[in-house]
């Protein structure tokens, strides 16, 4: 994965070093991504998955893409080991989200075409949204090591639940110019930590006065991705926002 995400910086920089700051660009886009996800929750063990999404993006400008996402994956944690949990406890959620976000690249407050360095930085973003994420679990409910307690405890919880997703996103896009100038398509690399209010995410809501269960449960994902813009075309004139 490691390989896959510098060989495509690579490719990505030498069509990108376009020092354009008045353009035109298409005022939507397709996004595909695809993410390496790993559950935070308050079982000891996590495990890295595979998701994807799908978005639908309105650029307001060539630097905020105002975005809805589809995205599917799975988190899991746990196991029948101590090492993996005091219980035993364990889950799988193949779950869903449906997210509104929006993000900001440097290049909407810098003036770029006389700095090889700014011209660089124009495009690593920020952003956040909220979504709701629906949670679709397994889980072993009973405690099956005796040594921590009586084998016919049940944790509570639900195997299905919808949750509040608050993302916070970073990253760098890589902008791939067409023959007249315009930014056509793009290749993304990012990192998204997403919050999920509610106890969901693994299907455990254990009290707190016996359990430790102390922090909302977090999911994390390391993404590429492929933009496709389309639509109406726009004029982009970036000396309105020049601040050096």
Known sequence: MKKYFLLTAALCIAFTLNAQDNYYYQKLGLGFDLSSVRGYTNINTQYDHAAFDISLLYNYSPYIPIAVEFQAGRLSGGGPELYQDPYGRSYTNNYKALIFHADIAAGEALGYTDSDFLNFIRNFYVGTGFGFLYDDNKVQRTNIIPANGPLTYVFPGKNTSVN???????????????AFGEPKMAIVIGYIHSFVYGEGLDGYNDPSPHFKNNSTDQYRQIMIGYRYFFGSSAFYHSYRTKFY
Not at 164 to 178: A, C, I, N, S
């Open 164 to 178: 509040l997703d608050v993302p916070l996103r970073f990253g760098y896009e890589f902008k791939l110019f067409d």
